[in-house]
């Protein structure tokens, strides 16, 4: 389950690491493009956005949509999958015990179960 949340966290830098580089580049001064306005001109309280920058962030968006949308789908199966390990650790004990008042000698339990144990 730890990893769940270092994924989502990747997917966090990557976005954030990604605006940060365009609004880098939008706000770097361009020798071969002309200043849009001078400061004075423009009005305080607008700001305007180029429309590919908009249809970057709409890429990016759909893009950490769709593996926010991956994460979702992989905590489930690993969820699913958790609760059948745990249902096979006590498969094993409880076969385990059944020899052991049988007699005979105790099946090893595998390593990869021993950390769905619940005991």
Do not use: C, Q
């Not at 200043?35 to 962030?57: G, Q």
């Not at 926010?68 to 498969?91: D, G, H, N």
């Amino acid at each position: 389950m730890g990893d769940d949340g270092t994924v989502l966290g990747v997917v966090i830098a990557v976005v954030g690491v990604i605006g940060s580089v365009l609004v880098a580049r939008v706000s770097a001064p361009s020798p071969d493009r002309p200043a849009l306005e001078s400061e004075d001109s423009r009005d305080a309280s607008e700001l305007r956005v180029s429309p590919e920058i908009w249809e970057r962030f709409a890429v990016l968006e759909a893009k950490v949509d769709h593996l926010t949308e991956l994460v979702e789908k992989k905590k489930e199966e690993v969820t699913a999958l958790e609760r059948l390990l745990r249902m096979a650790m006590r498969i094993v004990r409880r076969a385990n015990r059944r020899l052991a008042r049988s007699g005979a000698p105790p099946e090893e339990v595998p390593r990869e179960l021993i950390p769905y144990s619940i005991d």
